[in-house]
């Protein structure tokens, strides 16, 4: 059973940092693709970044510049680390892992973690 762990949330003042991990229990972490996503109030849950087994990463316009997604395969642990926060990066921050099993792409959540970003 895949299990993701998010941890690293918490009321940061503008213009601050925070660096979220996820750590992943299971056997799935070194390949798949893993990400985090976040849910504001009222908001749909978007795409924030993805890093691919081969590291390759992809960002949401608003987080380009300021957030880098890392990952950690001997600690089966992905990164986030945001700086220049924003009021507007306040939201639940999601980790999210898909992998292959067989022909289907299934994925696997966390139970997020809060980000507050304070004026």
């Known amino acids: 059973q895949v299990k993701l762990v998010e941890s690293g949330g918490g009321l940061v003042q503008a213009g601050g940092s925070l660096r979220l991990s996820c750590a992943a229990c299971?056997?799935?972490?070194?390949?798949?693709?893993m990400a985090w996503y976040r849910q504001a109030p009222g908001k749909q849950r978007e795409l924030v970044a993805d890093i691919t087994k081969g590291d390759s990463t992809t960002y949401v316009d608003s987080a380009k510049g300021r957030f880098t997604i890392s990952r950690d395969n001997a600690k089966n642990t992905v990164y986030l680390e945001m700086s220049s926060l924003k009021v507007e990066d306040t939201a639940v921050y999601f980790c999210n892992a898909v992998t292959s099993i067989g022909d289907s792409l299934v994925p696997y959540w966390g139970q997020g973690t809060q980000v507050t970003v304070s004026s």
């Open positions: 299971g056997s799935i972490f070194s390949t798949a693709v």
